[in-house]
């Protein structure tokens, strides 16, 4: 059975946004809540939304898709009483993202490398 959009607002939650244009799909964000549990940068029983997965179209990059996604479930979650987040990252071009995430006031906390 393909998944279309209702079914996966209904399995994922309130957290899973997703972006159309003409009945197309361009863009989503997807995150969970967790609480905090021995971290450096949220204190122990705090509860936390980490951003599991943010997508654009190739198309609609550079637009203010990412970051309206991004400002929309920041704000669902606050209105949830959440006002602490996380997001992890995996790219080539790490650059850019820093860069995104910066002008949303995302900080560094930690880095894994690689050879």
Known sequence: ???DKNYLEIKLGIYF???????EIIGFIYGTVHKAEDMAIID???????????Y???????TGLGSLLLDK?????KENG???SLIYSSTKDM???I???KKHDYKIWCIQMFK
Do not use: C, H, T, W
Not at 17 to 23: I, P, Q, S, Y
Not at 73 to 77: D, H, K, Q
């Open 1 to 3: 059975m393909p998944a």
């Open 17 to 23: 946004l997703v972006a159309e244009l003409r009945d």
């Open 44 to 54: 122990s029983g705090q509860l936390y939304i980490e951003v599991e997965d943010i």
């Open 56 to 62: 654009v179209s190739l198309n609609n990059r550079g």
């Open 73 to 77: 479930i920041l704000e669902l979650a």
């Open 82 to 84: 959440i006002e602490r």
């Open 95 to 97: 650059d850019s993202i």
């Open 99 to 101: 860069k995104f995430y």
